[in-house]
T-cell receptor
Framework: EAQVTQNPRYLITVTGKKLTVTCSQNMNHEYMSWYRQDPGLGLRQIYYSMNVEVTDKGDVPEGYKVSRKEKRNFPLILESPSPNQTSLYFC?????????????FGPGTRLTVL | SQQGEEDPQALSIQEGENATMNCSYKTSINNLQWYRQNSGRGLVHLILIRSNEREKHSGRLRVTLDTSKKSSSLLITASRAADTASYFCATEGAQKLVFGQGTRLTINP
């Protein structure tokens, strides 16, 4: 089944403890992206990647890192999480960076930073 | 920055009625997309309309796009209880989707 998977789905952690949220897609998509969703603010893009080893900042990249060493995986790294990073995170992918493709979203990761 | 602004923020109708949601945006776009999100879950793509298209249909969904007014509408006909969800418009420009804050649709049996 074609899908985007994220792990973990739920995570409670403490301030400063490094964590990684994994994202994997099995559709051979070139483009992948991370969003966070917060009440009243909608979804905002954190980082995106147009292909392997090509990443770029979105609207809210502060406090996050990403890597794209292989096409299928696009992990989101929080080196020193803070409470303002408590949010619902979504990974998404699409076939290419072209403009006429829908994005496929993962199921989301609910992160709480205490 | 938020580009798409949905209107209304919340809509409650009876099953079988039609639901219309509107979206306005600020800058030029390549396409506009509508997504559905069931409470706290992932987003599901509904329909994509290109900037050179004016109307598109998919099942019970009808989307219009007016680039001169920078606005779009999503019409769901013959609504069902399963249509209860949040609906987001998203505009695609330079390598990213910019989402609005969504319309919360409730279908009452």
């Amino acid at each position: 089944e074609a899908q985007v998977t994220q792990n973990p789905r739920y995570l409670i952690t403490v301030t400063g403890k490094k964590l990684t949220v994994t994202c994997s897609q099995n559709m051979n998509h070139e483009y992948m992206s991370w969003y966070r969703q917060d009440p009243g603010l909608g979804l905002r893009q954190i980082y995106y990647s147009m292909n392997v080893e090509v990443t770029d900042k979105g609207d809210v990249p502060e406090g996050y890192k990403v890597s794209r060493k292989e096409k299928r995986n696009f992990p989101l790294i929080l080196e020193s999480p803070s409470p303002n990073q408590t949010s619902l995170y979504f990974c998404a992918s699409k076939p290419s960076s072209g403009s006429y493709n829908e994005q496929f979203f993962g199921p989301g990761t609910r992160l709480t930073v205490l | 920055s938020q580009q798409g602004e949905e209107d209304p923020q919340a809509l409650s109708i009876q099953e079988g009625e039609n639901a219309t949601m509107n979206c306005s945006y600020k800058t030029s776009i390549n396409n506009l997309q509508w997504y559905r999100q069931n409470s706290g879950r992932g987003l599901v793509h509904l329909i994509l309309i290109r900037s050179n298209e004016r109307e598109k249909h998919s099942g019970r969904l009808r989307v219009t796009l007016d680039t001169s007014k920078k606005s779009s509408s999503l019409l769901i006909t013959a609504s069902r209880a399963a249509d209860t969800a949040s609906y987001f418009c998203a505009t695609e420009g330079a390598q990213k989707l910019v989402f609005g804050q969504g319309t919360r649709l409730t279908i009452n049996p």
